[in-house]
């Protein structure tokens, strides 16, 4: 059983999960010294903000193949080094997307009307009606720094308030904006046209220090900021100065460069709101967060990709439904490739089709280089350093898309070339589950899933009895057959799905047989 360390406080609903397959140990008193001492003992390390996973710590945990963060950062989790080691760092990118957009609204609506600060004057005795004179959010503009999964949410509830929406994202397409309902503009249009300007955006070098004294200045007078995203995008005592000065109109931050913020004059001047990073404090948002890191390590433990895989291709939501069976499919068949296929193989080709063609097939291509690669080095191989043990291999690779799946919705379609010949493996997905329909050019339809046996043979009378009677002698049931050939009495593949692997001594009388060939069982 795999055994998972978590070092920090998670909803008890991402325990559970987690408890649910595996073994865990809760150790919430780790310095950094106690963890490098224990870390060595565990396959996943689950962690939130606090504990460092330095590349040191990544190095001591020799047993260790994924790192979860029970949140979207990972500014904590040396990615580099768990790379290079092949260790899968999963976080929760999406369950705090609601908490974060609410509270940012929340801000929102407190600067404009002033709310904590009537709150306070009321609660000390005053009655200062005129003094609070507030102003409507109807009619404003609202500029996003940022059009991910945070930024559009905010985006979509700003709309319902009748808001006008400017965003500032160089990645995010001027047709994915117009889909949500907001103008692409460039970041000077967005200061100068904008009311309210909030920042959704990482902490990356590129984002550090953002708004600094020359972005503060671009901003309409009058404007306000709203930071609940990271500390350092914002230059504090830029912003301290601006606000001095009077050409904003005031601000409200949730995050700080540092935590909690040490800077006095910030903490206690009246036209900033402060609330102490609560951006993700929701019940529900802490319930999600434990619940997709617990997923996500699970899933890279069984070998599976994850959603949320910080260092592997990211899955948009909406192209998850159709890659998620294909990436199962795409790791199976070619693990019945290198199964199957046992002479050097010169170059490999990766077809993607029907449905396949219009999406992200990045992580299916990972999946199938795992599969190939799988328990031929003595690195364990994932989707995260597949590709490195591939080029360190030399290993040729082509693909191709192709809009046409026969009479498929999608195919997959691996072709091994050998010196000798091309072998082909191709599959699809049914009801969501993979099928595998030809397997080294034979043509078969079967689910790969359980304990399988593969026979090449002679095709001639009886041979699914004979090797019926083998298995049945032993107790070992058949769930399932399916015989592709070339031509009658000719040679053919036999597949049959079995509740469990046949003994050794059974695979020796199946392979004694004297029309079979070769004989191979396996779990994919």
Known sequence: ????????????????????????????????????????????????????????????????????????????????????????????????????????????????????????????????????????????????????????????????????????????????????????VNLEDLLARSDVVSVHVPLVESTRSLFDTNHLAMMKKGAYLINASRGGVVDEEALLAALEAGHLGGAALDVYSSEPPKNSALVNHPRI??????????????????????????????????????????????????????????????????????????????????????????????????????????????????PLIARERGMRITERTCHEAENYQGLLVIRANTADEQRVFSGTVLRHDPHIIQADNYWVDFVPTGALLFTYHRDRPGMIGRVGMLLGAADVNISGMYVGRQAPRQRAMMVLTLDELPSDTVMEEIRAEPDIDRSYAMVL
């Open 273 to 386: 709101i402060k609330t102490p990073h609560l951006g993700a404090s929701t019940n529900e948002a802490q319930a999600q967060t434990g619940t997709d890191v617990a997923e996500g390590v699970l899933a890279a433990l069984a070998g599976n990709s994850p959603r949320y895989a910080v260092n592997a291709p990211f899955v948009a939501p909406e192209a998850w439904h159709v890659l998620e069976p294909y990436i199962r499919l795409g790791r199976q068949m070619a693990a019945l490739c290198r199964h199957l296929v046992l002479e050097p193989v010169r170059s490999y080709e990766f077809e993607y089709c029907g449905e396949l063609s219009g999406v992200d097939t990045q992580p299916v291509r990972l999946a199938i280089l795992q599969g190939l690669l799988a328990e031929t080095s003595e690195q364990r191989v994932t989707p995260v350093n597949a």
């Open 1 to 184: 059983m795999d055994r998972i360390l978590v070092a920090e406080k998670i909803a008890p609903e991402g325990l559970a999960t987690l408890k649910a397959v595996a073994e865990v140990d809760v150790r919430l008193d780790l310095d950094k010294a106690a963890l490098l001492d224990v870390i060595t003992g565990y396959d996943a390390l689950v962690v939130r903000s606090a504990t460092k996973v330095t590349a040191e710590v990544i190095a001591a945990g020799s047993r260790l193949r994924v790192i979860g963060r029970a949140g979207s950062g990972v500014d904590n989790i040396d990615v580099d080094a768990a790379t290079q080691r092949g260790i899968m760092v999963v976080n929760a990118p999406a369950s705090n997307n609601v908490a974060v957009a609410e509270l940012t609204i929340g801000l929102l609506i407190s600067l404009a009307r002033q709310i904590p600060q009537s709150h306070s004057s009321v609660e000390a005795g005053k009655w200062e009606r005129s003094k609070f004179m507030g102003w409507e959010v109807r009619g404003k503009t609202l500029g996003l720094i940022g059009l991910g999964r945070i930024g559009s949410e905010v985006a979509r509830r700003a709309r319902g308030l009748e808001m006008q929406v400017l965003t500032y994202d160089p990645v995010v397409s001027f047709d994915r904006a117009t889909q949500i309902g907001v103008e692409s």
